[in-house]
């Protein structure tokens, strides 16, 4: 790629100067307290902003958060991330109350050196988003005014034509933060010339969400481990009763053509924890995929397909996992999830953990983050990347 990065920025110098910063705090908040639950995405962007601030830029950082409808909505206030990205700096962050109103423009007229503001959601304003090129335009103008620099270090949004990161760029010089350097590194590595044995991990619920990513994969993996909700669509395929599981009906065909053209890549589970309903204290009870009943639902993977998915990592030099293997949001089908993550932190490969679910899953269950290669925080784009798609965030940059 040819992309200057912010070291080429911090090089000419960024003191005194504004550096509007795309950052991706897309955190999850709880719903009754607005809490957040994982600061994960917050502190990715840290390296890039602690190095700003120490170069005594004025720091005006913008994201969104959730998906509002281009309007204000409280349930969706970057309030809290404000809060809690201050504790992490270690210094109080500003918060501006709209996107580019009198609050967001008071709010950066008044930034010392070194100080950091965030303005409200960019999802609050409807041009961000939108596919009408004259309205999404008027709003990076709004947007660059507040930058003498732009910084691009939200890799989770860098796969959407949206104002913020692909409009933007085009309005100021432009570099890639240390967050979006990272994550091309080590995406272009499972794309070009992966050590051998290479092995994925796919999960999720829909095979209609992963279907790209696995028609660009089959050809370039050794093995293609599915689980998830989305394995019942493939067993499916295979003739097996799948009970009242989740399953696309419309991909069955789909699904049959993909394990025929595998050539015995694609592991599919042998046993499936099953419950009567989708609750977490649901009666509940390990099967073989042969004799799944008709009135129950699999809700993860067995200890069986734990340890044959696990062999088959341990052989890996190079692992992508994307997806988990049951509802591990629910701890009696969460062993499926944290026997796969485990066995990835076993093995002797470069592992990357596709972001998404996976990553809130290695958060969730208590894992050591240190122990996988990489942690992407972006997971659609993280696939995207792997599909071989231009990403226009990425193309922005470039130009």
């Not at 088959?312 to 996992?321: G, H, N, P, Y």
């Not at 071989?388 to 193309?395: E, F, R, S, V, Y």
């Amino acid at each position: 790629m040819s992309i200057r990065t912010l070291d080429d920025l911090l090089a000419e110098g960024v003191s005194g100067r504004r550096v509007l910063v795309r950052a991706d705090l897309n955190v999850p908040l709880d719903k009754q307290t607005g809490a957040i639950t994982d600061d994960g995405r917050i502190r990715a962007v840290l390296p890039t902003l602690g190095a700003l601030v120490e170069a005594g830029a004025k720091v005006v950082v913008c994201s969104h958060l959730g998906r509002p409808k281009g309007a204000p909505d409280p349930q969706f206030s970057l309030s809290p991330v404000a809060d809690r990205l201050g504790e992490l700096l270690g210094a109080p962050v500003r918060f501006a109350t709209d996107t580019v109103g009198d609050s967001a423009r008071s709010t950066v007229a008044d930034l010392a050196d070194g100080q950091v503001a965030l303005l409200e959601n960019l999802r609050f304003n409807a041009g961000e988003t939108s596919k009408d090129e004259a309205e999404r335009g008027a709003f990076a103008d709004q947007l660059a005014a507040f930058g003498d620099a732009y910084v691009d270090d939200a890799f989770g949004a860098v796969h959407r034509k949206h104002a913020s990161v692909y409009d933007v760029p085009a309005r100021l010089p432009h570099v890639a933060g240390r967050l979006v350097l990272r994550e091309v590194e080590v995406l272009s590595k499972l794309t070009s010339e992966p050590e051998r044995p290479y092995v994925v991990v796919l999960g999720g619920s829909k095979v209609s969400d992963k279907l790209a990513v696995i028609e660009a994969l089959l050809p370039t993996v050794d093995r293609l481990l599915i689980g998830g909700g989305m394995c019942f669509t493939f067993l499916k395929a295979q003739g097996l009763e799948v009970g009242t599981s989740l399953l696309e009906k419309d991909m069955v065909e789909t699904c049959r053509n993909l394990l025929e053209r595998s050539e015995g890549k694609i592991m599919l589970p042998v046993d499936v924890v099953v419950a009567d309903a989708f609750a977490p204290d649901a009666a509940h009870d390990t099967v073989r995929v042969d004799g799944i009943p008709s009135h129950r639902l699999g809700l993860d993977v067995g200890p069986e397909t734990v340890a044959g998915f696990a062999a088959a990592l341990s052989q890996a030099k190079t692992i992508f996992w994307n997806g988990p293997m049951g509802v591990f949001e629910m701890a009696a089908f969460a062993a499926g999830t944290r026997g796969i993550a485990e066995a990835i932190t076993k093995a002797d490969a470069f592992s990357v953990v596709g972001g998404g679910d996976s990553a809130a899953a290695v958060r969730a269950l208590g894992l050591d983050e240190s122990s996988f290669g990489h942690i992407s925080t972006g997971g659609g784009a993280s696939l995207e990347y792997l599909e071989g798609k231009t990403l226009p965030g990425i193309a922005a940059l470039e130009n």
